[in-house]
């Protein structure tokens, strides 16, 4: 079955970073786009970054463009967000997501347990 | 802020119906597709509608969804406690190349 599991969160002071990763397994990963959304305490979800299956294009949502940047690692069935300048408003619980390869609009179709990323000094 | 809106809170009693509006523009909704998730509060999202009307397997024939215009809807039939959660709506906008979701949606069963 599909699984998602990430890692990497934590409290991190304002300014510093931090990278998390998400591994994946009972799916051929390299065939998938993905994707992490985040959710602050109490608040509604935010979709934070793309990457392609093959790692060609990425997107960013305006609220993290030029400080986070997502990648990944086909051989290692990994991706992973690498988050520099963190700041109070990052705060959040992270989520790895599956993109739906045979949906015609953008999908998430499964989902990690998610990482908290605390940011505060 | 979201630039899909949903109303804040929806409830009927078990057995009942209700429905959650989500309303975006040209750019958003009225250009492609949208999905609908579900939230249980303190765990993962779940992938209840996508492509405006398509259920994943394993999701009963009770969740429906549609959409017209720049508006779509998610329908609740039978209500039952364990449908108690948070519902988004969420689609791609290709005036900011980013994914939006909608407000949030919290369904109480009386």
């Not at chain 1, 065939?31 to 305490?41: D, E």
């Not at chain 2, 809170?9 to 958003?28: F, L, M, R, W």
């Amino acid at each position: 079955q599909v699984q998602l599991v990430e890692s990497g969160g934590g409290v991190v002071q304002p300014g510093r970073s931090l990278r998390l990763s998400c591994v994946a397994s009972g799916f051929i990963f390299r065939t998938y786009g993905m994707h992490w959304v985040r959710q602050a305490p109490g608040k509604g979800l935010e979709w934070v970054a793309l990457i392609w299956f093959d790692g060609n294009s990425e997107y960013y949502s305006d609220s993290v463009k030029g400080r986070f940047a997502i990648s990944r690692d086909n051989s290692k069935n990994t991706v992973s967000l690498q988050m520099n300048s963190l700041r109070a408003e990052d705060t959040a619980v992270y989520f790895c997501a599956r993109g739906h390869r045979a949906a015609a609009g953008i999908v998430f179709d499964s989902w990690g347990q998610g990482t908290l990323v605390t940011v505060s000094s | 802020q979201s630039v899909l809106t949903q109303p804040p809170s929806v409830s009927a009693a078990p057995g009942q119906k209700v429905t959650i509006s989500c309303s975006g523009s040209s750019s958003n909704i009225g250009n492609t597709y949208v999905s609908w998730y579900l939230q249980i509060p303190g765990t993962a999202p779940k992938l209840l509608i996508y492509d405006n009307n398509k259920r994943p397997s394993g999701i009963p024939d009770r969740f429906s969804g549609s959409k017209s215009g720049t508006s779509a809807t998610l329908g609740i039939t039978g209500l039952q406690t364990g449908d108690e959660a948070d519902y988004y709506c969420g689609t791609w906008d290709s005036s900011l190349s980013a994914y939006v979701f909608g407000t949030g949606t919290k369904v109480t069963v009386l």
